[in-house]
């Protein structure tokens, strides 16, 4: 098993760092370049910029913001938001981004993450699901796009197989039951998505304790643990938490 990787998120909207509960209620969360590099220094083994109101706004990703992040660091960067084509990960890409999440586009048009991959490299490919509870689907989790605003009838665990067969090389799924929440990763959700493909499958969606993190890894099956208002309200140091998984006998990155 790889080791376990730690990746803050950096949620964008007017230039600003913010998180919310629930995919709503945002808080002002500081300087996405001074997170950035805060993270960084902490230890983080990759970084998140997601700009949460592209795809409501109908509106690329502000390159800009992906520009001034990607320059102040060294660690992998993957962004997602608003991207829609192979020209829009291009684009995002030459501002500096390392790979690309994508989610709305990739629900409306499959076909783009095997183009994608072609293109680019699995490697640079992640695919976000973000689902909620629906006990008439197979896995009990519906895809839900557009920001958490619109479910689209399709079972999460199934679009997640279907992804990987198209050439994604990483799963994000992120609980809106659990979102900013800070009451644990959705395990449920997160075993669903990672007992469904055989790619990394990054947790999301609910981090408040060391312990969840743990349980995000041995219940949730996640190799990749994303976390942000523990992280930006600085509840929990990153440090502090690789230390507490290592104590726990995984095997963690850095």
Known sequence: MEP???MPCLDMKDGRVVKGVNFVNLREAGDPVENAVF???EGADELAVLDIAATVENRKTRLSWVKAVASAIDIPLTVGGGIGSLEDIEMVMDAGADRVSMNSAAVKDPDIVRKAAEKFGKEKITVAIDGCRNRSMPSGFEVVVAGGTRPVGKDAASWAR????LG?????PTSMDGDGTKAGYDLEFTRAISGSVDLPVVASGGAGKLEDFYLAVVEGGAAILLAASVFHFRILGIGQVKEYLRGKGLSVAG
Do not use: H
């Open 4 to 6: 376990i990787r730690i």
């Open 39 to 41: 993270y960084q220094r």
């Open 162 to 165: 279907e992804c990987q067969e």
């Open 168 to 172: 994604a090389g990483v799963i994000l």
